[in-house]
């Protein structure tokens, strides 16, 4: 834990660290996770620098990890072939377990792609602008949630085909046919389609790998 001296330097610092909303208390209330908001896309690029900087700058002892919380996904892909991923619970943010005090909130805030702590915005003390941020901690029911969430959770199944889509029948008693989908069953890998058969519109079932969507 860093230590507050009398010096100008150092009151400059401590001036601007309770300008930012970081009171004492909040620098000794102990080990907590605190939500970062980040740069779209850059994630994983944030929590490698940010455990770069953690041991570069020596603060393991107060930064304990850094997290990305994701669900499985699997994408199918137009041959009908299954892509197994993960998928960000919250797009733009990692998580950060640390213990707040003036050199943690430092290191986590002057990482790259980081824009800021997710918590209550506080009114400068003087001058203008809007204030700054002060972190809140997240309740240990909103940690379990999420982390609950991120381990149980069933894959989510996506696949490039709308509602609305017009697709075009590759294999099947229904080669060469046009029609538009109707309704999508990712978790079948099938959908229904309005095909033309006999001048009339009639649904017709099939798998995701029998069909091609039209540009």
């Known amino acids: 834990m860093s230590v507050m001296t009398d010096e100008p330097d150092d009151r400059e610092r401590r001036e601007e660290q309770l300008d930012a909303g970081l009171s004492e208390e909040d620098f000794h209330q102990g080990l907590r996770w605190y939500a970062v908001q980040v740069a779209s896309g850059c994630e994983k690029r944030v929590k490698t620098n940010l455990e770069q900087r953690i041991e570069t700058l020596d603060v393991a002892d107060r930064i304990f990890q850094v997290e990305i919380p994701q669900t499985p996904a699997v994408k199918i892909r137009k041959d009908g072939s299954r892509q197994h991923s993960e998928e960000k619970v919250f797009p733009g943010y990692v998580l950060v ?4 005090d003036d050199e943690s909130w430092q290191v986590v805030k002057n990482t790259p792609n980081v824009i800021n702590f997710v918590g209550a915005e506080q009114k400068r003390r003087y001058g203008r602008g809007r204030g700054h941020v002060k972190p809140l901690p997240l309740s ?9 969430q991120a381990r149980e959770q069933e894959p989510v199944v996506k696949i490039d085909m709308a509602v609305g889509d017009r697709i075009i029948v590759l294999s099947g008693p229904f080669k060469d046919f046009e029609g538009e989908v109707i309704e999508v069953s990712p978790e079948r890998s099938k959908l229904k389609a309005l095909l033309s058969i006999f001048g009339r519109d009639t ?3 099939l798998e995701f790998n029998q069909v091609q969507k039209q540009s």
């Open 97 to 100: 377990q640390m213990i707040m």
């Open 140 to 148: 240990h029911t909103e940690v379990e949630r999420i982390f609950k």
């Open 203 to 205: 649904p017709v079932e």
